[in-house]
């Protein structure tokens, strides 16, 4: 939008659609279809309409995401890659301790520690650093670590947010199913707000915790226009 170079750290911090799709264009549409289908398991894409750049990396899919598969999605970047499939039990037991239902939890690396960091620690700035979409709407820091990113759809009839902390991951949508524009004041965010809220409850008591370092991930002072050290 500022028709000038932009680091990707700046882009997502303030959600830039413009380098998204540039980026999203290197990928490839397929690649990224192929990845949040068969590796993330997101179940509503759809193969004829959504292998392209306005789905894949602006969230225009056919029908949506629920914010349950989007949640997991998001889960490998608190978890060193790391993707776990989504369940809401691991076994039910009759009275007499048999067991009569067993859930098949799978667990893959979905992408590389190394990569989660960085993605991690870019998340944070949009919590954190200053022009962060989501700037001061986090869980107190003495109660835990946080990251996320916001997300919002032409004319604000969808408001998205995911945040994670060390101990949770949690989506939060805003809106109408029939897709009626949202009649809200400008600056607020009802999703985050909403985060927010819950995990500084959900996690009262809990020890502190910071998400673990890639010690493969080397920090460095660089330049922003030369990409150099």
Same mark, same amino acid.
């Given at each position: 939008?500022?028709?000038?170079?932009?680091?990707?750290? !700046?882009?997502?911090?303030?959600?830039?659609?413009?380098?998204?799709?540039?980026?999203?264009?290197?990928?490839?549409?397929?690649?990224?279809?192929?990845?949040?289908?068969?590796?993330?398991?997101?179940?509503?894409?759809?193969? +004829?309409?959504? /292998? %392209?750049?306005?789905?894949?990396?602006?969230?225009?899919?056919?029908?949506?995401?629920?914010?349950?598969?989007?949640?997991?999605?998001?889960?490998?970047?608190?978890?060193?890659?790391?993707?776990?499939?989504?369940?809401?039990?691991?076994?039910?037991?009759?009275?007499q301790g048999n067991e009569i239902?067993?859930?098949?939890?799978?667990?893959?690396?979905?992408?590389?520690?190394?990569?989660?960091?960085?993605?991690?620690?870019?998340?944070?700035?949009?919590?954190?650093?200053?022009?962060?979409?989501?700037?001061?709407?986090?869980?107190?820091? +003495?109660?835990?670590?946080?990251?996320?990113?916001?997300?919002?759809?032409?004319?604000?009839? %969808? #408001?998205?947010?995911?945040?994670?902390?060390? @101990?949770? /991951?949690?989506?939060?949508?805003?809106?109408?199913?029939?897709?009626?524009?949202?009649?809200?004041?400008?600056?607020?965010?009802?999703?985050?707000?909403?985060? @927010?809220? /819950?995990? !500084?409850?959900?996690?009262?008591?809990?020890? #502190?915790?910071?998400?673990?370092?890639?010690?493969?991930? /080397?920090?460095?002072?660089?330049?922003? !226009?030369?990409?150099?050290?």
């Amino acid at each position: 939008y500022s028709h000038s170079m932009t680091t990707v750290y !700046e882009a997502l911090k303030q959600s830039l659609n413009t380098v998204a799709v540039r980026v999203g264009d290197w990928v490839t549409p397929r690649t990224m279809f192929e990845f949040a289908r068969d590796t993330l398991g997101i179940t509503t894409l759809d193969e +004829n309409s959504d /292998v %392209d750049l306005a789905p894949m990396v602006l969230g225009a899919t056919t029908t949506g995401l629920s914010p349950y598969e989007l949640a997991g999605a998001y889960m490998m970047y608190g978890d060193g890659g790391r993707m776990t499939s989504l369940h809401s039990y691991t076994s039910v037991r009759d009275y007499q301790g048999n067991e009569i239902l067993e859930k098949d939890i799978v667990t893959t690396q979905a992408i590389g520690e190394d990569t989660a960091y960085i993605m991690n620690r870019l998340l944070h700035s949009v919590l954190f650093d200053a022009g962060g979409t989501a700037r001061g709407i986090h869980p107190d820091a +003495n109660v835990m670590d946080s990251i996320g990113k916001t997300g919002t759809t032409n004319d604000n009839k %969808d #408001v998205w947010f995911v945040g994670l902390t060390p @101990k949770y /991951v949690m989506a939060t949508w805003y809106g109408y199913d029939s897709g009626f524009a949202l009649n809200t004041a400008s600056g607020t965010h009802a999703p985050t707000t909403a985060w @927010k809220y /819950v995990m !500084e409850r959900a996690q009262q008591g809990l020890p #502190v915790l910071e998400f673990p370092v890639d010690e493969s991930v /080397v920090t460095a002072e660089y330049c922003t !226009e030369s990409g150099g050290l």
